[in-house]
């Protein structure tokens, strides 16, 4: 199987940048991503993700976790996070830290 995820270094610590955070929108009834002038609605797995990202985790760490929890082979779940990851690195709501 060829690795089709993001070249993201396993080692390296997702955090959130300053001024982005979580938030329970009582409106849309469920927790969406707020980040400055910017709402992003989380799908279930965008969640999940996100709950274990705390600027300490590695992301090897974060998809070992949640392998544990949903599972799951961590080599199959390692795509989908490094592809989330990626995706909020280039939208300026994450950064590596390395």
Excluded: C, N, W
Aim: net charge neutral; no cysteine.
């Amino acid at each position: 199987m060829t690795d089709t995820a993001p070249d993201i270094d396993r080692d390296a610590v997702p955090k959130v940048l300053r001024g982005v955070r979580l938030h329970d929108d009582k409106v849309r009834r469920k927790i969406v991503l707020l980040a400055p002038e910017r709402v992003i609605d989380l799908d279930p797995i965008g969640l999940a993700i996100m709950q274990q990202i705390d600027g300490q985790k590695s992301l090897r760490q974060i998809i070992d976790r949640l392998a544990s929890l949903y599972d799951a082979p961590a080599e199959q779940i390692g795509d989908d996070v490094k592809g989330f990851i990626k995706g909020l690195v280039d939208r300026r709501i994450l950064e590596l830290k390395v």
